[in-house]
């Protein structure tokens, strides 16, 4: 009996602390509602961040981004890991059987936006898509390439965009 008691104390110092920083390492909070056509480029970057991914598409700039448009706000996210720790210290850590399984069926994921700018340097279009795109010039090279498949890769195998959340739908964060 003795023994078991030692091994879930073992299990339970290991887990504590895992609902903490897997708070810390949520996303933050993004309002993609900023950003819509005639959006100048230098705003679209200050509110998505460092692009994943640049190229040009037809003569046109386009910029790859990843956010979460229902991330936490930094106030939010320093509140949930604050009970954490408190709850974690008050139960000698069983606190984490609860919290890490809620920690992960909240977990939020990124969603990728397409944005593809006019020679003015405004945003012409925001697409949100299931997986980044590839870019033509990269397409186009893998279908010249000796070392692509029989069966040549063509723009339309990409990933289909679909259109933006709504700027009402994408104001309302889930926190």
């Known amino acids: ?21 897997m708070e810390t390492k ?27 991914e640049s190229y040009k598409n037809g003569g046109k700039d386009v910029d790859v981004f990843q956010a979460d448009p229902k991330g936490r706000y930094t106030g939010t996210k320093v509140a949930v890991s604050s009970f954490n720790s408190v709850a974690d210290i008050f139960s000698l850590g069983m606190w984490e059987a609860v919290a890490t399984p809620a920690e992960l069926l909240t977990k939020h994921k990124l969603t990728t936006y397409v944005v593809t700018y006019g020679t003015d340097q405004t945003v012409e279009s925001i697409e949100t898509v299931s997986a980044p ?21 063509t723009p339309a195998a990409a990933p289909t965009p679909t259109a933006a959340p709504s700027p009402s739908a994408a104001a309302s964060p889930q926190k």
């Not at 009996?1 to 920083?21: E, K, P, Q, T």
């Open 26 to 52: 949520r996303p933050d909070y993004t309002d993609v509602s900023v950003v819509q056509k005639g959006t100048p480029r230098y705003l679209a970057t200050a509110v998505f961040g460092k692009p994943v």
């Open 133 to 153: 795109p590839k870019p033509a010039e990269q397409i186009a090279a893998a279908t010249n390439s000796p070392s692509a498949s029989s069966s040549p890769s």
């Open 1 to 21: 009996m003795h023994r078991i008691s030692n091994m879930v104390f073992l299990i339970l110092a290991v887990a504590s602390g895992c609902s903490i920083w």
